[in-house]
């Protein structure tokens, strides 16, 4: 037994160290284990209920000492818990906490930019919108990052993202890919959207603004401006052509030619509010045609003419006060932005769009950009929401967030699809729920956990057992709080996912 011991150690000390430079989780895309198939999997809870001292919606103001009841996958209902307890069982009252819907990121470059999906799915974002990158099938929302491709941004030949982040020639698994005509402006956007995208973008950007960030060195120097644009006809036939396939159209556009091309091609979504000076009249046509803007302020908020004083921040405060509508979006994956919700995002979007005063209305609309309205413009309502027959995407954090958003940024629940990804209102990791939890795994796997009642061996950073009939090994890393499992036979160390996904399940939490 020594020897074994010693070498299941040495194997997940191996195997930590590599964790710690990428994930190992062998649910998910990043680090998947390719090595063997998964064989242990906690499938999802029958029910769970959820309490704590304030609950919101998505839709109404908040509400207090109320609770959610997830069955399977979906919300099933909220109400005060001495309602709905007798409806199941596993419940967990977190206290003086806030439940929420998982957030709805609107513009991110996660696969461009090689993002931990994992990572931003344990800070609260549920749901993410790609604007810009590869394209790729909408894919997760199973206790894995919701991804939405918009795949690469349509552009003009020799202009912009190409020009200044690369990708040469471009194509579809590219930041750009450009047209250079009608035709091939229609046979693009058939083909993204055959390969999976849920929204198409393009670019009507000559470069140019003050503080803008593709006007900052990336690749190399930023080229001479201005930069080729698509025509009016080209981006007519974008908008005619994803319109008639049913898809939204989002455009990158950062000054007055480009946007007021972009409102006499219909474009549905601004990807940003621009970056510089629009005219009063281009901002009111915008509000009239009724386009979304999505946010991303704070990235963007050295977008200001030094000249004039005028930019991003009279622009968002110009479409507040015609009556614009906004979703969030922090552009997860700019290096100055967090992989997760963002609390200066949500913090400049309420002093921008408030007016004069801020109310409580004010900050419930904040959240509501990146919960329900969010959901409602991307057509996936009611995500966003925890409505009954929502997907149950929930995250719930320690104290009140709609008195300060910087809470948001540390969920300490996160569920999607109904699987728990973090959960921190419970000691998982403690001596009772290991041992409650691998006794329950002896149960359920006997044919790979066997023979039962092994003796939990624990070790500086790993509390596991080892089954000599089967020689197989299972336990709990205290380092990330994952179920490891592996065959002595082929040494392979794979992570099940986190103890928390499993404690619903067993009923052990």
């Not at 997940?12 to 190992?24: D, E, K, V, Y």
């Not at 915008?286 to 977008?303: H, R, Y």
């Not at 009140?400 to 109904?418: A, C, D, M, R, T």
Request: a negative charge; proline letters at 5%; one cysteine or more.
């Amino acid at each position: 037994m020594t020897n074994i011991n010693f070498s299941f150690n040495k194997k997940i000390t191996i195997a930590l160290i590599l964790w710690q430079g990428i994930s190992c989780n062998a649910f998910s895309h990043d680090g998947e284990d390719h090595g063997g198939s998964v064989t242990l999997a906690p499938g999802l809870p029958e029910c769970q209920i959820l309490a704590a001292a304030r609950l919101f919606d998505g839709i109404n103001f908040p509400q207090d000492n109320m609770a959610v009841l997830i069955e399977g996958d979906k919300i099933k209902r909220i109400g005060a818990l001495t309602e709905l307890s007798g409806s199941c069982a596993n419940q967990i009252n977190l206290g003086d906490a806030t439940i929420l819907p998982g957030f709805i990121e609107s513009h991110a470059h996660i696969t461009f930019q090689s993002v931990n999906k994992n990572a931003v799915l344990e800070h609260g974002v549920t749901t993410v919108q790609d604007t810009g990158g590869p394209l790729q099938a909408k894919e997760g929302g199973d206790g894995t990052l919701r991804l939405l491709s918009a795949g690469p941004i349509i552009q003009a030949a020799g202009g912009y993202p190409l020009n200044v982040f690369g990708g040469g020639d471009g194509g579809y698994d590219k930041i750009g890919i450009p047209v250079s005509s009608t035709t091939e402006a229609d046979k693009v956007v058939t083909d993204l959207i055959a390969g999976g995208a849920t929204a198409i973008k393009m670019a009507l950007e000559p470069g140019g603004e003050t503080g803008a960030p593709w006007m900052q060195p990336h690749d190399g120097p930023v080229p001479e401006t201005p930069w080729p644009m698509l025509s009016q006809d080209i981006a007519n036939a974008i908008v005619a052509k994803a319109h008639a396939l049913g898809k939204r159209v989002l455009v990158h556009a950062g000054e007055n030619t480009g946007f007021e091309r972009a409102l006499n091609a219909g474009v549905d979504e601004f990807a940003h509010i621009p970056c510089g000076e629009i005219r009063e009249d281009l901002l009111q046509r915008a509000v009239d045609q009724g386009v979304t803007f999505v946010t991303t302020i704070d990235t963007l908020a050295a977008c200001v003419n030094t000249a004039t004083g005028k930019g991003i921040h009279s622009n968002t405060m110009s479409l507040a006060s015609k009556g614009a509508k906004f979703i969030y979006g922090s552009e997860i994956g700019h290096d100055n932005v967090p992989w997760g919700i963002n609390g200066e995002e949500l913090h400049m979007i309420l002093h921008l769009t408030s007016g004069e005063s801020i109310d409580f209305t004010d900050v419930v609309n904040v959240i509501k950009s990146a919960t329900s309205k969010a959901g409602e413009h991307l057509g996936l309502a009611p995500l966003g929401t925890l409505v009954a027959g929502a997907p149950a995407d929930v995250i719930a954090v320690k104290g009140n967030p709609f008195q300060k958003f910087k809470l948001l940024e540390y969920p300490q629940l996160v569920i999607s699809g109904g699987r728990t990804i973090v959960n921190k209102f419970i000691n998982q990791s403690s001596p009772a729920s290991i041992e409650c939890f691998l006794t329950w795994a002896e149960g359920k796997y006997p044919e790979l956990l066997s023979p039962a009642g092994q003796t939990t061996v624990v070790s500086s950073l790993y509390s596991y057992r080892y089954y000599p009939a089967t020689q197989v090994y299972a336990g709990i890393s205290s380092a990330d709080n994952h179920v490891y499992f592996m065959k002595q036979t082929d040494g392979l160390l794979r992570s099940e996912g986190p103890l928390a996904n499993w404690l619903p399940v067993s009923g052990c939490q």
